[in-house]
């Protein structure tokens, strides 16, 4: 009882000091509405994340969004779950792309952006929205239950120099496996030391070369249809894969650079020749490389029947959360907070705000009329490979049910388990198919665990 | 039980250590008490939904591969840390102690590494053993020595234990030295007359009259290798590759921080928490009183 008070008198008095700091110079009618965002964006992306914060602040007077940088992506996520137990959630949380599965689980302490738009007014055009992005963050009916923002998706770079050195050419980098393969055999003969290496294993060579091969990670549409999905790894074409990974490492072919973004600097700093990445690593690349370098669409195996199509994005989206777990209908939050909420996510879905977010970062453009304007200003004339990622996620139509992207809970966890068992595949301490079958023993057993948990919660 | 007598009433007493009850009562007893609780339940993120499980978290903890293979990678991690750096720290001590020119110089050397934060020297390791930017990783490599510790586990369990234990030397050899300094020149004489030569009197005149203090840093050591190195392996390894450098301690934090799963990290910690307790109470109760004074 007296903690409570305690704390019901600390934010009291801190919610009479901050307002007044801000007014003071400001001398506004009225103080305005706060609203607290997390972010997980470490510099520059912060930064410019930030800026465009205060430029929506600059742009009307009744709301002002708080930003706040909260550590990285988990970090952020484990300190909005705390905050949200303890009653003092934000309004906005930018999220993972691999959290999705367990926020959009989180019942009440979510709010959807769909119930958002609808109990507010304030309408957002996401028709106009690339399939992939608004999908990845839709419930399988269509309803929007994030903000997209920050999307990136995997491409492939090639050091052009080296690919002249090894008799290839420059202007035509490879499109299948197969040629991937060819060309790091020639790399590897002109004595190239590293023809190729991945980033985020798991993302790229496992989460990527399934949807673009239509092919399932797990059953119920990659989980979107429920939580009973179960995982799908041991199928043939990516035991197929990882064989040919370990294989190509075992020759020399390949190197393992370790897990998420480990393996980044390989390519800009001239050592590895191709090397497959976020396509946010370009404006490292840009700042770094001091060779020739291109851009190309992840490879696909031309022998299975409808590939390729569309790859599925990462990065990150907002959600929007209710204050604590006893905040009632109304969430903790009054109706100008939810709509200064709504008030940013219009702001922030503007074509113009978009296209120069994603020509400041390197992230895909989310919506095709930003796409368009980035176009007609010249962007991709001048920055020839900057539209590869776009043009990837619209490759082959609309996305199927193995491409929209992914709906597990627990997949954090998941992502690591999937790495450490190709760390023991790398290490020869198993094969392939031993590999690929027990991240799906072990991955079950977080579904399971997490459907569990949830069953209750819904109960 | 004469001192009792100091205070007459029981108030002033009771108002002097309230604030160190207090501190100790919110820092540390609330904290482990809620740890405890929390290892009895299992909750999804967000606190939505709780169970009771009594001691099923335990129970699945204790069964669990995963937690045996952080359980014998500890073993393993934790010995060798203690044994590396009391055994580094004793050598330098000694050649410390010794007279020579430039004494002061090397003692304030050899501190210096313990100001360096965990993650910071993990991260000047990584720059020298890192296979394709560090110096030495590079060298060895163009050596001939296959040195990948992203792929392999035993030369990744050899870099977290080198760095780990490399922070820990400076701390030991400060304890060391004072008990070098500690030890009469009188008893090394008498020994040196009876002609017992440098290396003899050094294991059975120094190293028996040092033992109090080698118990005392054997434990700190211990301790410092189950809690204090989770920096170094989430700089250098995330206790990868597979799972080869995964301790209890990081594993606890994989399992809260990236998991959510709260009942079972709960339940870890609590195992760590006694195993803790009982390491304590053995150099409380039995070495304290064997050691040689």
Redesign the interface.
């Known amino acids: 009882m007296l903690r409570r008070t305690l704390a019901a008198a600390a934010a009291a008095a801190l919610a009479f000091a901050a307002p007044g700091q801000a007014q003071a110079p400001a001398a506004a009618p009225a103080a305005p509405v706060e609203i607290q965002f997390w972010h997980g964006l470490p510099q520059p992306l912060g930064g410019l994340l930030e800026k465009i914060v205060s430029d929506f602040n600059a742009s009307q007077q009744r709301y002002r969004v708080v930003p706040s940088f909260r550590g990285s992506y988990p970090e952020t996520m484990v300190g909005a779950v705390a905050a949200f137990r303890s009653s003092s959630a934000p309004h906005i949380v930018q999220m993972f792309e691999v959290g999705t599965g367990t926020m959009m689980a989180a019942g009440r302490a979510i709010r959807p952006v769909h119930e958002l738009l609808a109990s507010t007014g304030v309408s957002i055009d996401f028709a106009d929205y690339l399939p992939p992005v608004r999908g990845y963050y839709q419930t399988a009916d269509g309803r929007q239950m994030s903000m997209p923002f920050n999307s990136s998706t995997a491409v492939m770079f090639y050091n052009k120099d080296m690919f002249q050195r090894a008799g290839l050419d420059p202007n035509a980098p490879p499109k299948t496996w197969q040629d991937v393969e060819a060309a790091a055999r020639k790399l590897k003969e002109a004595g190239i030391a590293c023809p190729m290496t991945t980033s985020w294993p798991a993302w790229i060579q496992v989460e990527e070369l399934l949807a673009i091969h239509n092919q399932p990670l797990a059953t119920q549409a990659n989980g979107f249809r429920g939580m009973n999905a179960e995982m799908r790894l041991g199928g043939a074409l990516m035991v197929r894969h990882m064989q040919n990974l370990v294989e190509w490492q075992r020759q020399g072919l390949f190197r393992y650079g370790g897990r998420d973004a480990a393996a980044d600097g390989l390519f800009p700093s001239g050592e590895c020749a191709i090397a497959f990445g976020s396509s946010g690593l370009r404006a490292r690349i840009v700042r770094e490389a001091k060779f020739q370098w291109g851009t190309a669409m992840l490879p696909y195996y031309s022998d299975v029947q409808g590939a390729p199509r569309n790859s599925i994005i990462g990065g990150a989206s907002f959600w929007v959360m209710n204050k604590g777990p006893n905040a009632g209908a109304t969430g903790g939050r009054t109706d100008a907070e939810w709509r200064g909420v709504a008030e940013f996510f219009r702001y922030i879905s503007s074509p113009e705000v978009d296209a120069k977010w994603h020509q400041d970062t390197g992230y895909v453009p989310v919506r095709r009329a930003s796409y368009e304007l980035t176009r007609r200003a010249g962007y991709y004339t001048a920055n020839p490979g900057a539209d590869v990622a776009i043009e990837e996620l619209l490759r082959g139509g609309a996305a199927t049910d193995n491409s929209r992207g992914i709906r597990l809970g627990g997949y954090v966890e998941i992502r690591t388990i999937i790495q450490e068992e190709m760390e023991k595949a790398f290490q020869a301490g198993q094969s392939a198919q031993q590999a690929m079958q027990a991240a799906d023993t072990r991955a079950n057993a977080v579904l399971r665990n997490f459907e569990r948990q949830n069953a209750r919660a819904a109960q | 039980m004469d001192r009792k007598v100091i205070f007459k009433g029981r108030a002033l007493p009771m108002l002097l250590l309230l604030p160190q009850l207090a501190v100790t009562l919110v820092f540390f007893i609330w904290p482990a008490a809620m740890a405890v609780w929390q290892s009895l339940l299992?909750?999804?993120?967000?606190?939505?939904?709780t169970?009771f499980v009594g001691l099923d978290n335990f129970a699945e903890v204790v069964a669990d591969p995963a937690w045996r293979g952080a359980a014998a990678n500890t073993a393993v991690f934790a010995s060798s840390v203690a044994v590396l750096a009391l055994g580094v720290a004793l050598f330098l001590a000694v050649q410390a102690d010794k007279a020579i020119r430039g004494q002061r110089f090397y003692r304030t050397m050899l501190i210096w590494p313990y100001a360096v934060a965990p993650a910071i020297s993990a991260v000047l390791w990584l720059f020298l053993f890192h296979p394709?930017?560090g110096l030495i990783g590079r060298a060895l490599n163009a050596a001939g020595v296959m040195w990948d510790y992203?792929?392999?586990?035993n030369q990744a369990m050899l870099l977290v234990i080198i760095a780990s234990a490399w922070k820990q030397v400076s701390y030991n050899f400060i304890f060391f030295l004072a008990g070098l300094q500690g030890i009469p020149k009188s008893v090394l004489e008498a020994a040196a007359i009876d002609g017992a030569r440098p290396l003899r009197r050094f294991w059975t005149v120094v190293f028996p009259l040092l033992s109090p203090t080698t118990f005392f840093l054997l434990v700190v050591n211990l301790v410092y290798a189950f809690f204090d190195t989770f920096g170094v392996i989430h700089a250098l390894t995330?206790g990868?590759?597979?799972?080869a450098t995964e301790t209890l301690i990081y594993k606890v934090y994989?399992d809260?921080?990236?998991?959510?799963?709260l009942g079972s990290s709960a339940a870890q910690s609590v195992l760590l928490m006694l195993f803790v307790i009982a390491l304590t109470m053995v150099q409380f109760r039995f070495v304290e009183r064997r050691v040689h004074y």
């Open positions: 299992q909750q999804d993120a967000f606190g939505l939904s169970e394709s930017i992203q792929l392999n586990g995330r990868g590759p597979g799972k994989v809260g921080v990236d998991n959510l799963n």
